[in-house]
């Protein structure tokens, strides 16, 4: 570079700009990456000429206002490795992918990928970056273009470009766009077993995991598996609390009063003191603990007569509330309220005793790395001194103990303390309402001991509780709330993917995806198409026209009664959307044909090959690639398949093939398939290994023209290894390609 | 007339299978009534003249009035549309009272009428006015406010049809279906298997919108707007004409359609707006309103909808045409109705308006005017059922946009030219809704109705599925804890989870969960609403049956241990053994029939005789094996369970079984024979219920009896080499029983603890002492705290009375308190000596027992 150093423009006068030519969310694998990637062109015009280290300022300024891009590895491996090649040089392409990633980072997107590759027009980058929300992404890129300019316009005592507006503005959209911290537990939870997720909605936490028929739906903590009645149960406290003492489980006495005068009369009844609720508010709102005097019960009935639709009284339950949250009858987190006391020194006032024995503690702070809070002193602390006969003002007595408040937030994570007795009855009252998912309130002085011996009861349950306190305990270690949810709904031993069939490949393509729909349809599945010439339900056209792509595709995904699905990929689809699923049973490739490729894209045998690779790169390790042995290029993308290698070929005798079931191929998962499907002598073999299966003679299938029809032979080799792969009968397979007609002309 | 007593009996009772009303009546009238019974007769049918007595044969005064009374209650309760029948009134011992049932639907509407039927007969008597129209306006609100709606109505009725019992959770429209392990529960037209985010998105017309878009069901294309002007930009985008709407509305309110200009969108967007701020903008799509009912993703019934509307005559005004048609009789108010009142409110007005007419405007002759353009039956449209008309491909698209909502039950709202051609290319659904009225699919304003409630029970409850657990229920005198507890252990052995009832407590999994002397209904519906329960076996003693009935319709096995000469005599006006004969019998006439079965012990003949009156099967047990009631049974080929030798013989026709007593070890090696008795009995229980002979062995096996596990039934202890027995046995059988079992084992000396319980008759507390004086030599009488309405002292001298002829006794001691009459026992012990302790409070008793033992 230095070579040209003189050669080059000034830099004062250059014309520093930016242009983004095109941007695509390829929302799904793709030819960057499996995940979801915004791929923006980009210009950056005389820029070319000015890599980073000749650009005076800039390392410094961008190593200042981004002090976290010391974590990008990049070029060297390591930590502080991009920047290193910042100050060595590097180009502005590579560099807005790196601030695009890192604003994402800082606005709290999942982490990232990136790449930046020059084309064939001199200044004209392709720029990829993870892309999990498009509009998040779409705004990253264009604050890190504008932090890049303003970066490289800097001069010292000018107003630094605003880093902190820009990832703020980015966060509020990731708060109202991306999924909430719960939801985004579980859907981690599912990525962690290869369960797909699917959003269904833009905004909100309506999330779909898993396929098709197989797939489940949850909204935040509630699940297909929540009964809607099971909700109306436990929001009525009077129902609820009537089932749960029918099965001996241990609640505070109690019940709905109608008047000021009717709560003392149940209050008296009860025993005091008492606790005033509403019969269906949640929250704490409205709720008055330990009441003992009758002026109390009644003004707190008045109150909480505002919040509800009726007002319960309850026999007080002396300890702290806890929150057990218990999935599909197992006990998963158990976490402790917050709950303050002072004690007097016969000096201090209560004011201070809170400074000085609850606020000091280290703990307690405003920031976010602060596990607890530091109390202020509010209304209901007011109420709860006034209770106990106290102001803040006031000064207890030497040792005398004063609540300054009950049940604060759900900090501490008790889980491992909880008394198997006690996790039985929350689990048995999850059940008794009918929950899946449950929060039991419960309280409680001591968790670790029986419930009966200290006179605690569970006093709600909650469905949709949150999550969060488990997830984030202030104190205490987080627990797998996420793995629990998923387990329940997808146990170990259940898949949440149905078999899926990608195919793509240059030409030939729609024939082969109807035929092997055929074959699914004709084993027994529900069986979705999506391909060039349509979309279709169970061999019911749903719609007409161009169907090969990632909406059509999804929609299947969606459909709850499909249990296989066909996809056909063009590659313009691929190019511009991505694959519309994370992984498939069956990824074919069926010819490879350059020029059909070529163009704005495209340019190079390797820019083919890894678009066309996308298709092998999605097999899962329980399936197989379908590959035609006679392109040297698809052979070469058999390493890169994670599942076993199935080679179709018009000849037997074909190098490869021979290589292939004699020694096997390995993928990257070293899966070792021999299995090939070809033609001898006019008929069709299934071979694995040494072995050989006649499956059905040319003659037999219409389609191929008694064998001369090499495109169609070609095509019901690789339908016959894809169902071979997916385990349907040979019989069904030899049934399926004899009856097959309804090739359309393509 | 004076009521003495009234019970709601909720399950089977002594009168009938059916709930029923008990009051106990004194029909005496202090005075001559007034112009004798012709007079009271021609007074009562004035004020109530659908009564239907039944012809008055010569019965004194007293009984008329009962019976009138009787059949007021049973007049009323018809008249207001109950589905009863049955009443009958029962004299008692006492003269001019009378027990008087009358069935009831409803408690509350029974109790009520109870009370009403009173007013009336005193109105008769003292000839006082009585307001039958008030009266029977008053029951008949209650009825409706109370009983299940249509829709909930038609879910049970398909249920109990299928033989699924149900329980109703609330006073509204959450029910219970089945028991234990097997229960399910709907609220109207929602399920156990209606999924709350499936209602959720339902919910989301967008979201609905596009999920059933991507599941190729034509769906309108529409959108929400947020200004008149995108409103505008909406109608643009999906073509007009358009309907705009409230996103969230309901009856029809502020909605406008076939919309085509600019002018139009934009007005009918301030209209909407103001109903809930949010608004929505659809292509409209002519055709009729149609509702789709699917049920498991099958479509079950389809209903046309049709706004309320008259047609007018050149003669009247658009009022007088409402009015006619609100007189028809089919339509009432609220949902109970086939059909319901127009409303012709501020809605009808206002859209009349639309049309340029007001209530006074005279349509003429063939015209049609709408009054309100939403069809809902509840303000007055109508539905028509055209089931039968719908296309196949049509009714396919209604399960698959059920099925990726993911609602087991939906109504699914389309807008369409016909039903009997496919929905593509004609019309489009509108929205899905999650809890659908059911009533216009079960009584359509025109078109048959649809089994509806079967259609959703078939799809909750496989064929054949009943939702029931097998349902053990033991009576009897004596021996039924144990009898129970060892069932249950069999069960327990089979891997089911039991819950079970007894004078002790309510277990569900060994666990105990209520104390307390549990062997009443209230109980029993613990154990058969618990999630965790796989079998219950329910002790059921005669209190509970006599105050409520029995908590279940019917069981699978019912257990009577014995009879004898009965216990609890003179109580709740059970006077003789046979009257207690007809109470435990219950359970045996409520077995299911046919397949059921009755254990019965043979050799109590009061126990036997019950055969007669089992709907199902019964096997016979005796020690016996030559009791004629045995060996007749036997020779006829069916179950029988007797002693033979050193073994319980199970046998029927050539198959027979073998338990020997060294497998059962709550028999002491077959020493102690009223625990060889329920053994049997438990035998035959695990029998029926078709048990592997493997599972019943080892369920009596591993079958524990001690303090711990059956606390007051024979426990054991040692002290200072001498045996102590602590039992609960209250009884002339029970006493008879023990004394039976110790004679068994050699002592020196023979010395018992015994109080008597107060509200035993007065010869059955001194049989009790007359049995111990022949069998023991000493007797510590003492009197315990709870003398159960008896004076101080009486019931200590009716035992003192009944040691007067005793054979062995040579000294009685009399003690106050339970704990100085253990203390005296013990004092007076010595090795080789056998003491048994009758205790009363068995907890405290038993504590204080271990308490001395472990002193030493």
Request: aromatic share 6%; charged share 20%.
């Amino acid at each position: 570079m230095l070579a040209y150093a003189d050669t080059k423009p000034d830099y004062i006068a250059v014309n520093r700009d930016i242009k983004f030519i095109e941007i695509r969310h390829l929302n799904g694998p793709n030819i960057w990456s499996v995940r979801p990637v915004l791929e923006a062109i980009v210009d950056i015009g005389e820029l070319e000429d000015f890599p980073s280290d000749t650009i005076p300022g800039f390392y410094e300024c961008l190593s200042s206002w981004l002090p976290s891009l010391i974590e990008h590895r990049c070029s060297y491996g390591e930590r502080g490795g991009f920047l290193r090649r910042l100050k060595e040089g590097t180009w502005t392409g590579h560099i807005l992918e790196h601030v695009t990633l890192e604003l994402q980072n800082l606005a709290g997107m999942p982490g990232g990928f990136g790449r930046a590759r020059e084309t064939s027009l001199r200044g004209v980058y392709k720029v990829a970056v993870s892309a999990w929300h498009e509009d998040v992404a779409r705004n990253a890129l264009a604050a890190a273009r504008e932090l890049l300019l303003a970066a490289m316009d800097y001069s010292p005592g000018d107003e630094p470009y605003d880093v902190r507006g820009a990832v703020a503005h980015l966060r509020g959209m990731v708060d109202s766009l991306w999924l909430g911290p719960s939801t985004a537990c579980i859907v981690e939870a599912a990525a962690s077993r290869n369960i797909p997720a699917i959003r269904l909605l833009a905004k909100g936490n309506l999330v779909q995991l898993g396929y098709g028929i197989r797939s489940q739906r949850i909204w935040t903590a509630e699940t297909d598996r929540t009964p809607a009645i099971a909700e109306s149960i436990s929001r009525d406290k009077d129902l609820t609390k009537a089932l749960l003492q029918s099965c001996g489980v241990a609640i505070p006495e109690g019940r709905v009063v109608h008047s000021a005068d009717d709560a003392w009369e149940a209050a008296q009844e009860i025993g005091l003191p008492v606790v005033i609720k509403p019969c269906d508010g949640n929250h704490g709102r409205g709720v008055f603990i330990e009441l003992s005097k009758r002026e109390e019960i009644e003004s707190a009935y008045r109150i909480a007569l505002e919040e509800g639709s009726g007002v319960l009284i309850e026999g007080y339950v002396p300890g702290t509330e806890h929150r057990l949250l218990v999935v599909g009858g197992r006990l998963v987190a158990a976490s402790r309220g917050d709950s303050v006391s002072v004690t007097g020194d016969g000096i201090s006032t209560i004011n201070e005793l809170i400074q000085q024995q609850i606020n000091s503690d280290p703990r307690r702070g405003e920031s976010e790395d602060h596990p607890l809070n530091p109390v202020h002193v509010d209304g209901v602390t007011i109420m709860e001194l006034l209770r106990q006969g106290f102001t803040t003002d006031s000064i207890p007595l030497v040792g005398q103990e004063v609540i300054i408040q009950r049940n604060g937030n759900h900090a501490f994570d008790v889980t491992d303390e909880v008394h198997p007795s006690t996790a039985a009855a929350a689990s048995l009252a999850a059940r008794i309402v009918g929950l899946d998912i449950a929060g039991i309130d419960l309280v409680a002085t001591d968790i670790s001991r029986p419930l009966a011996e200290q006179g605690g009861a569970i006093v709600e349950v909650n469905a949709g509780p949150g999550l969060l306190m488990h997830i984030k305990p202030a104190i205490g270690s987080p627990r797998p709330v996420g793995e629990a949810i998923v387990e329940h709904l997808f146990p170990s031993h259940e898949d949440s993917r149905i078999p899926i069939v990608g195919i793509t490949g240059s030409y030939g393509t729609t024939n082969l995806a109807h035929l092997i729909a055929q074959l699914l349809a004709l084993s027994g599945k529900q069986t979705g198409l999506a391909c060039s010439d349509g979309f279709y339900l169970d061999r019911r056209q749903v719609k007409k026209g161009d169907q090969a792509n990632w909406k059509t595709a999804r929609n299947i995904l969606m459909n709850r009664s499909i249990e296989a699905a066909v996809f056909e990929n063009g590659s313009d689809s691929m190019l511009r959307e991505g694959l519309a699923y994370d992984g498939c049973h069956v990824g074919i490739v069926t010819n490879v044909e350059l020029t059909r490729h070529y163009g704005k894209y495209l340019e190079t045998p390797k820019q083919v090959f890894d678009l066309l690779r996308t298709q092998v790169d999605v097999v899962v390790p329980a399936g197989a690639a379908v590959l035609n042995a006679r392109e040297p290029m698809l052979v070469e993308m058999a390493a890169l398949c994670n599942g076993e290698i199935i080679y179709f070929s018009l000849d037997s005798d074909l190098p490869v093939i021979k290589e292939h079931c004699l020694h096997g191929t390995a993928g990257i998962n070293g899966v070792q398939g021999k299995r090939a499907v070809t033609v001898r002598d006019g008929e069709i073999f299934l071979v694995d290994g040494s072995s050989e299966l006649p499956l059905s003679k040319l003659n037999d299938v219409p389609v191929t023209c008694d064998g001369k029809a090499v495109l169609e032979v070609e095509n019901i080799l690789a339908a016959v290894a894809a169902a071979w792969s997916l385990g349907i009968d040979p019989a069904v397979i030899r049934a399926g390609i004899g009856s097959f007609h309804a090739f359309s002309k393509v | 007339m004076q009521v003495l007593r009234l019970r709601a009996l909720r399950g089977p009772n002594l009168w009938s299978r059916q709930t029923a009303i008990e009051a106990v009546v004194s029909c005496d009238t202090p005075e001559p009534l007034p112009g004798g019974m012709p007079g009271f007769l021609d007074r009562l049918y004035a004020r109530f003249p659908q009564i239907d007595l039944l012809p008055a044969a010569s019965c004194p005064e007293a009984e008329m009035l009962a019976h009138t009374l009787e059949r007021a209650v049973l007049g009323l309760e018809i008249q207001v549309g109950c589905p009863v029948a049955f009443s009958k009134i029962a004299p008692t011992l006492e003269a001019d009272v009378y027990q008087v049932v009358v069935e009831y639907s409803e408690e509350a509407v029974g109790r009520l009428a109870f009370d009403l039927a009173q007013d009336l007969c005193s109105a008769a008597i003292e000839d006082t006015p009585f307001n039958l129209a008030e009266a029977l306006q008053h029951l008949r609100e209650l009825y409706e406010d109370i009983r299940l709606g249509p829709s909930t109505g038609s879910v049970v009725r398909a249920a109990v049809a299928r033989g699924i019992p149900f329980h109703r959770l609330t006073d509204g429209s959450m029910v219970q279906f089945g028991w234990g392990s097997r229960q399910r529960r709907i609220q109207a037209a929602e399920t156990c298997l209606t999924s709350l985010v499936a209602e959720s998105v339902a919910q989301d017309k967008q979201l609905t919108r596009f999920l059933l878009d991507a599941a190729g069901v034509p769906v309108t294309p529409g959108r929400p707007v947020t200004s008149a002007e995108d409103a505008w930009v909406a109608t643009c985008e999906i073509g007009s004409p358009v309907v705009v709407k409230p996103q969230d509305g309901n009856q029809g309110r502020g909605v406008r359609v076939n919309l085509v200009s600019r002018e139009q969108v934009e007005a009918a967007y301030t209209v909407a707006v103001e109903v809930t701020g949010k608004v929505m903008v659809e292509r409209y799509i002519p055709g009729h309103d149609y509702r789709m009912l699917v049920i498991g993703n099958k479509l079950v019934a389809a209903a046309r909808r049709e706004p309320p509307q008259v047609a007018g005559d050149g003669i009247h005004t658009v009022g007088e045409l409402v009015e006619q048609i609100n007189s028809d009789p089919r339509r009432g108010e609220g949902h109970a109705n086939a059909l319901t009142k127009i409303h012709f409110d501020e809605i009808a007005l206002a859209h009349l308006a639309t049309q340029g007419l007001t209530s006074e405007s005279v349509p003429p002759a063939g015209t049609r005017v709408v009054l309100r353009n939403n069809a809902n039956l509840s303000t007055g449209g109508t539905a028509t059922d055209v089931t039968d008309e719908v296309h196949p491909e049509f009714a396919a698209r209604m399960g698959e946009a059920a099925q990726m909502i993911g609602l087991d039950i939906c109504g699914v709202d389309v807008v369409c030219e016909s039903v009997s051609r496919p929905l593509e290319g004609q019309g489009a659904i509108i929205e899905i809704n999650a809890a659908p009225g059911l009533r216009m699919h079960l009584q359509p304003s025109l078109g048959k109705g649809r089994a509806v409630g079967e259609a959703i029970i078939a799809n909750m409850f496989k064929k054949g599925d009943d939702a029931r657990i097998p349902v053990v229920a033991v009576t009897g005198t004596n021996g039924k804890t144990t009898t129970a507890r060892l069932i249950a252990n069999i069960l327990d052995c089979q891997g089911l989870r039991v819950g079970m009832t007894s004078t002790d407590g309510v277990y569900i999994e060994g666990q105990r969960i209520d104390t307390g002397d549990c062997s009443g209904p209230k109980s029993a519906r613990k154990v058969l609403l618990h999630p965790d329960v796989d079998a219950a076996v329910l002790e059921t003693a005669r209190g509970g049956l006599l105050r409520e009935g029995l908590a279940f319709d019917r069981c699978d096995v019912a257990v009577v241990t014995n009879i004898g000469v009965g216990d609890h005599l003179g109580l709740s006006y059970i006077n003789t053994v046979e009257d207690l004969t007809a109470v435990k019998r219950i359970i045996v006439q409520n077995v299911k029939p046919g397949t059921g079965v009755a254990v019965l012990n043979a050799a109590d003949p009061f126990v036997a005789g019950m055969a007669a009156h089992c709907p199902g099967k019964v096997t016979f047990f005796a020690r016996d094996p030559d009791d004629p009631v045995i060996t007749k049974h036997r020779a006829q080929r069916k179950r029988v369970v007797y002693v033979d030798g050193d073994a319980i013989i199970a046998a029927e026709g050539n198959f027979e079984y073998r338990l020997p007593f060294a497998g059962i070890p709550v028999t002491q090696n077959g020493a102690i024979a009223f625990q060889i008795e329920n053994a049997m009995a438990a035998v035959a229980a695990g029998w029926a219920l078709g048990l592997d002979w493997q599972i019943i062995r080892g369920g009596l096996a591993n079958f524990v009896s001690d303090m711990q596990t059956a606390p007051g039934r024979f426990n054991f202890f040692t002290h200072r080499g001498a045996t102590l027995i602590a039992d609960y046995g209250h009884n002339v059988d029970a006493i008879r029983a023990l004394v039976n079992a110790i004679d068994k084992i050699p002592a020196k000396r023979r010395s018992v603890v015994i109080s008597g319980a107060g509200d035993r008759r007065d010869e059955d507390i001194r049989r009790q002492t007359e049995i111990l004086g022949d069998a023991f030599d000493e007797v510590v009488l003492y009197q315990d705290q709870c003398q159960r309405g008896r004076a101080n002292g009486e019931v200590l001298s009716l035992l003192r009375q009944g040691l007067e002829k005793a054979k062995r006794t040579r000294q009685i001691k009399e003690i106050y308190g339970e704990f100085g009459a253990i203390d005296a026992a013990f004092d007076d012990l010595k090795e080789g000596e056998l003491c048994l302790i009758l205790i009363d409070q068995v907890d405290e008793a038993l504590g204080y027992i271990t308490k001395r033992v472990v002193a030493g």
